[in-house]
């Protein structure tokens, strides 16, 4: 088990530009999810996905945000002409089960310019 | 929808015992969950309750009463490295996601 993995830890970039974050859910966890979290919040839900389905996707998923799990493994979140509020860190997680905990990464945080 | 309420801020001793508590308005949900988040880390999985009653994993417990709608993170013998932020957190009948608290600020200080 070697946990949720996501890429960049770190991303700074100019308003208007695409930016793209992998996660990689730990081995056997059919079920992964993606959240923002800004400064002082709780995470907030974004998308779900049971193996390669996006099966529930938030009103905060804006046109703009894109994601694929194209082979049921790794996940893929696409943000396109970023805003100043897309400022957040974005984090990754997956279960094994529909009521097993869910596991988080240590997440990407987004900086725009 | 769900909202979970929990205080913004506690402090605590070294060695003491906190309690954080979580209120919760929710149509229904499977179970009240609890995670950790030191700065820049990772949310990390503490305890669930999917049933009324007392949950108990080494220092950390958790409680939940669904007729108070009202749940509580309970930590013995403080550790300087216990502060962090702590989230309550519920999943709806009609959904997968979690919905989470805005987060309790433990400071342990010596």
């Known amino acids: 088990d070697t946990g949720v993995s996501q890429d960049p830890r770190h991303k700074i970039t100019k308003r208007g530009q695409n930016v793209t974050f992998r996660c990689d859910p730990i081995?056997?966890?059919?079920?992964l999810y993606w959240y923002r979290q800004t400064l002082g919040q709780g995470p907030e839900f974004l998308t779900y996905f049971q193996n390669e389905a996006q099966l529930e996707k938030s009103r905060l998923l804006s046109d703009r945000f894109s994601a694929e799990r194209p082979k049921g493994s790794f996940s893929t979140l696409e943000i396109q002409r970023t805003e100043q509020g897309d400022s957040a860190m974005y984090l990754c997680a997956s279960s094994l089960e529909q009521n097993q905990p869910q596991h988080f990464g240590d997440g990407t945080r987004l900086s725009i310019l | 929808g769900q909202s979970l309420e929990q205080p913004s801020e506690v402090t605590a001793v070294e060695g003491a015992i906190v309690q954080i508590n979580c209120t919760y308005q929710?149509?229904?949900?499977?179970?009240l969950s609890w995670y950790q988040q030191h700065d820049g880390g990772a949310p990390t999985f503490l305890s669930y309750?999917?049933?009324?009653g007392l949950e108990e994993t080494g220092r950390f417990s958790s409680f939940l009463s669904r007729s108070d709608s009202y749940g509580y993170l309970l930590l013995q013998e403080l550790q300087m490295k216990d502060s962090a932020s702590y989230f309550c957190?519920?999943?709806?009948?009609?959904?997968?996601?979690?919905?989470f608290g805005g987060g309790t600020r433990l400071m342990v200080k010596p």
């Open positions: 081995s056997e966890h059919n079920r």
């Open positions: 957190a519920v999943r709806p009948n009609a959904g997968n996601m979690l919905t």
């Open positions: 929710t149509s229904g949900f499977y179970g």
């Open positions: 309750n999917a049933l009324d």
